[in-house]
């Protein structure tokens, strides 16, 4: 099937004269032939059936009661009874079959948005239908739009938001995607109708409220793709952010507006329509917006608060996210509010609190059934807008096409310059030209207007078609003029770039100012922006959290995940004694030849993975949106990789310290394992220093006196742990505490002696973890800081956490 | 604006005969880029703190409930003590501060003007630059060491009610010395062998800093000052 799907897509580029996949045999050709043949041959059945298709399903069972002369046939075909999920089976399948193609040839993606070969897939697949003179296939209509089509989209936009760069930027947001859709709507829709005065034209008929519909859809950008291209040159979040919340809310407003001006239009009589209504249209604007946000907001809560309690039959998670989703929308729309608003807020309000509930398994699919359905309807609508380009249903008129393609680029300007230039006087950093410039550039039309566009009702717009082929032509130019032509641009203009390295002194640098801002606000007495966040955060902590998110949780996410893996690992090790010794290279010479050790990016991820799952303030890193694919799971990768690696140090150093001099190295394994059940990942990592550092006491000689020196002081304290927690593993624990005192001292030494030659020192697992200071490191930091006690005395009391702390076995 | 108009007038007339009044208007009006409506506000707001006193002590600080449930408490409130934020010498505590102080460290978060020249934003970036230096190299030895950089990462993550203070303790730690190995890999200094990197010093730590936009990050609008808000 894949090979069909290829050349499928293969025939975009040859259409469009690229020619790049010529080398497909023919007999892919039959494949795709074969496969439209049979859904055309089983539509055609459906046709010459039609007038037993009402029957049918009845037909079927009374067939066999009720004539019993007829005889059993050995081969039957009943189309009818599975028509519809049949066909729409088959055009979800064409949809991703076509993603797939798409993607195979890795450079195609670079050079085009998707949507562009989707649109060309659907024109294929129309101009078959159309060439061999079959209907349409009935491809959509409203409630199949507003129903199942456009929620998914929508509730994936608002589920993947970088929440705080949005609310950072909100006051431009807002502006600029409120505003601009609205000037949009209402400049092309007015000065199309000036054109449509001139008589010359022939549009006499189309009157001011049809023009004004038709610019409130026309005005729905949908710069997906050009998210995609900023996403790639990495342009400044500012502007990223602009553009994705314009995507976000560009819907809504112009989804609104239409519904207003079709209800508008339905009353018709011009005469009916008085400056009352006017204004009542524009309350219910407002109303309409705000009721949305507020139902969806409600939903947010409540499924929220539901995901609580599934602890136990986490199987639902998912379907408990995406029916409340879903109804908020419904329930929404049922008020005749803005559900794509409700939708937006619902995804918002929940996320939080439904990622911190639900387990790691539901929350991957969440993400990845949440990526699949939006993938899948926007694809459908592409599809089907290639379809019904081609076809009788068209009315061209020069005029109204071309004006409409001038005004659209012509009041898209306006608005971005004017709106900037109005929001650049309150901003730090303003929009520069350049960046407007490609605002404005960006303006691509998409899926929804099109949707738009084609369910307008017949019956009030007789000029329908006409406005369908214009709206097509808008679309076509945007998608593929604009979408293909802005990444060079993007890079020619040379846009203020985000500055995205991989660096964990900006996370921390960034959360301290965030502390920093708030407490000098506090100070102040200054309530501002950050301060309203701040305190969002502690009503959050304070409240909602302990209403919305299970007592007994596993600390954060990743957290939890790291320790059930150590865990098992854990008991698998000791169940199977000692992992064969086979031969592990030890990587230390070249690392060492480089003097000053690197990290790995997958290390620099996974604390920033630690940093913004437990730092107070929450920052998901923003830039790493990408509507259909999801990024591979760094954090579950990350932690087995993790194990691998120490793993491997456990097992190198176990074959090290077999050939040691010291008689007692053999019996680490022991304690080892010992160690884990504590769930502390302090002491798992600290063996796996204790490891590593057998490892190098071929360069550092100097520890080994050290190692037995401490005995005496941590006598007491190591002997309660062990009888604290080690009740399950008894057989392993004979005569181990010496030795597994002897890496407590090694690991304090290395603290204050070995640290500063870690640039000579090879990777570690990332997670290993030095408890230096328990007993003497403790001391020395008092002393440093002594000075600075009064202002740090929360780091005294880390010792009595230390002695209480064994979470796993409690948790049992 | 929150203020109540009667204690604006009281306050107003206080200060019409209070003989420094004058003469830290003339100060300020060149020092600080504060407009006079915002350096009264700032007095107001300094005076409640301090109780009518002419100095705040630390003490003082703890009026400001806000304040309690913020993770870098200690450290905001030693930034206003510190010698090196005041311009008196390099190191140590001052016992307490008075106005004029007061607004020093707060000038640290005024606004950039958007209409500067580049040396100008420069020295202005680097004079921010270093106030956070200083809040994180606590010794003022000039290098954050690791304990130091530990420790800031430890009062980072003790904000978060929901990891246990022991994981704090250790995660910190391999997270500070992760951010300190990259800071090394930035700086340019030049690596000895057998001479280990000791810490970040100013220059590296600017370096750091790169990739932020600090002059968005750190500042405060002071035109919405609120004297009397969330004070006890």
């Known amino acids: 099937m894949a090979h069909i799907s290829t050349q499928v897509c293969s025939k975009g580029p040859t259409g469009t004269g690229l020619a790049m996949l010529m080398a497909f045999r023919s007999w892919h050709w039959l494949l795709l032939v074969m496969v439209l043949a049979c859904s055309e041959a089983s539509s055609y059945v459906n046709e010459s059936s039609n007038s037993t298709a009402q029957q049918a399903p009845d037909a079927r069972f009374a067939a066999s009661s009720s004539d019993p002369e007829e005889r059993i046939s050995v081969f039957e075909l009943d189309y009818d009874y599975v028509q519809i999920p049949y066909e729409v089976t088959l055009w979800i399948l064409l949809a991703s079959l076509a993603k797939i193609g798409f993607h195979l040839y890795h450079k195609l993606p670079h050079l085009m948005p998707e949507s562009c070969l989707l649109i060309i897939v659907g024109a294929l697949v129309g101009g078959i239908i159309f060439g061999t003179h079959h209907k349409s296939p009935p491809v959509m209509d409203s409630s199949i739009y507003f129903l199942y089509l456009l929620p998914p989209i929508v509730l994936e936009s608002g589920y993947f938001m970088p929440t705080r760069p949005f609310f950072e930027n909100i006051g431009s947001i807002l502006w600029w995607a409120g505003l601009g859709a609205l000037i949009n709507a209402f400049g092309i829709g007015l000065s199309l109708y000036f ?53 976000l809310l560009n819907d809504g407003i112009s989804v609104v507006l239409y519904n207003i001006l079709i209800a508008f239009t339905k009353m018709h009589k011009f005469e009916d329509i008085e400056p009352v209504d006017i204004l009542a249209g524009c309350a219910r604007f407002i109303i309409v917006g705000c009721g949305g946000v507020f139902f969806g907001i409600l939903f947010g809560f409540i499924s929220a608060f539901i995901t609580r309690f599934t602890q136990n039959i986490s199987a639902i998670e998912p379907l408990i996210v995406f029916m409340f989703s879903y109804l908020s929308y419904l329930v929404a729309e049922t008020l005749y509010l803005s559900g794509i608003l409700a939708i937006t807020a619902c995804a918002v309000t929940m996320k939080k609190y439904v990622e911190e509930n639900v387990s790691q398994t539901s929350y991957t699919t969440i993400k990845y059934f949440m990526k699949m359905l939006s993938s899948v309807s926007e694809t459908l609508i592409f599809i089907f807008m290639g379809v019904s380009t081609v076809g009788k249903n068209h009315e061209w008129n020069w005029a109204f096409v071309c004006f409409t393609l001038l005004f659209c680029q012509i009041w898209r300007a306006i608005s971005v310059f004017t709106l900037f230039y109005v929001s650049n006087q309150f901003r ?73 390295k991989e ?7 960034i959360r301290l100012m965030d502390h920093l801002k708030a407490g000098i606000e506090d100070v102040c007495g200054h309530w501002s922006h950050y301060q309203v966040r701040d305190k969002f955060k502690k009503f959050d902590h304070r409240y909602l959290r302990k209403i919305l998110i299970r007592k007994n949780l596993p600390k954060s996410s990743i957290v939890s995940l790291y320790k059930k893996l150590e865990m098992k690992q854990a008991i698998e090790m000791v169940e199977t004694g000692v992992p064969t010794c086979a031969a592990f290279p030890s990587q230390e010479p070249p690392e060492r030849a480089q003097g000053i050790k690197r990290l790995s990016p997958e ?59 010291w008689g007692k190295q053999a019996g680490t394994k022991n304690f080892r394992y010992l160690s884990f059940p504590y769930g502390n990942p302090q002491s798992a990592g600290r063996e796996a220093r204790a490891a590593e550092f057998t490892d190098d006491d071929g360069i550092d000689p100097g520890f080994r006196p050290l190692m037995y020196s401490a005995h005496s002081r941590a006598g007491s304290l190591q002997e309660k742990r062990l009888t604290q927690a080690m ?18 001292s090694n690991s304090s030494w290395e603290e204050h002696v070995g640290w500063r030659g870690m640039d000579a020192i090879r990777p570690k697992p990332l997670f290993y973890a030095v408890d230096e200071e328990y007993e003497s490191g403790e001391q020395t ?32 | 604006m929150g203020v109540s108009h009667s204690s604006k007038e009281a306050w107003e007339r206080e ?12 100060g300020f009006m060149n020092k600080s880029d504060f407009n006079w409506d915002q350096i009264k506000q700032l007095h107001q707001r300094f005076r409640l703190l301090s109780g009518d006193q002419p100095t705040i002590r630390p003490e003082n600080f703890d009026n400001v409930l806000d304040l309690e449930s913020n993770p870098i408490r200690s450290r905001i409130v030693r930034a206003f003590f510190d010698n090196r934020n005041l311009g008196r010498g390099t190191g140590g505590i001052a016992e307490e501060i008075n106005f004029e102080d007061f607004v020093t460290i707060i000038s640290y978060f005024r606004p950039l003007r958007s209409r500067r020249n580049k040396e100008e934003a420069e020295m202005y970036r680097r004079e921010k630059l270093r106030f956070l230096f200083n809040s994180y190299d606590q010794d003022g030895d000039g290098i954050i060491t690791l304990q130091e950089y530990r420790r800031v990462v430890e009062d980072l993550l003790s904000a978060n009610p929901q990891v246990e ?68």
């Open chain 2, 15 to 26: 200060s019409r005969t209070d003989f420094w009044w004058r003469q830290m208007q003339e």
């Open chain 1, 503 to 509: 660096s964990i002194n900006e996370e921390l640098h």
């Open chain 2, 165 to 232: 203070p022991a994981w704090v303790r250790s995660i910190a730690n391999s997270i500070a010395r992760g951010a300190l190995k990259e800071a090394a890999r930035a700086s340019n200094q030049p690596a000895e062998k057998g001479q280990p990197y000791q810490g970040i010093t100013f220059e590296d730590f600017i370096k750091t800093w790169q990739g932020i936009d600090l002059e968005v990050k750190m500042q405060v609008s002071f035109l919405n000052l609120e004297a009397k808000a969330l004070c006890q």
């Open chain 1, 781 to 812: 930091e008092e002393e440093t800081s002594a000075s600075g006690s009064r202002w740090a005395p929360e780091h005294r009391h880390s010792r009595e956490h230390y002695k209480s702390h064994s979470p796993l076995l409690h948790r049992k």
């Open chain 1, 603 to 661: 290390d620099v991820e996974s604390m920033r993975n630690i940093l913004t799952r437990n730092m107070y303030q929450v920052r998901q890193r923003t830039l790493s949106y990408n509507k259909y694919n999801l990024k591979a799971q760094t954090s579950e990768k990350q932690a087995k990789e993790i194990l691998i690696r120490r793993q491997n140090t456990l097992r190198e150093s176990l074959r090290k310290g077999r050939s040691l001099p």
């Open chain 1, 428 to 500: 730090t950093f303003p929009f520069s030209i350049k960046d407007q410039f490609i605002i404005f550039y960006s303006g691509v039309r998409g899926a929804g207007s099109f949707s738009l566009a084609f369910l307008l009702p017949l019956s009030l717009f007789p000029r329908k078609k006409l406005f369908v082929t214009a709206t097509l032509v808008v679309t076509y130019f945007t998608v593929f003029f604009q979408g293909i032509t802005i990444g060079p641009l993007v890079r020619y203009l040379d846009v203020r770039k985000t500055n995205k």
């Open chain 1, 195 to 247: 054109i449509c005065q001139i008589k010359a034209f022939g549009l006499g008929d189309i009157n001011l409220l049809q023009n004004l519909l038709f610019g409130s859809l026309i005005s729905a950008v949908d710069p997906v793709a050009v998210l995609a291209v900023f996403e790639e040159a990495r342009v400044n979040e500012q502007l990223y952010m602009m553009i994705f919340g314009e995507a």
């Open chain 1, 727 to 744: 009740i399950p593993m008894k057989r392993l624990h004979r005569g181990e505490k010496a030795l597994s005192f002897s890496y407590r």
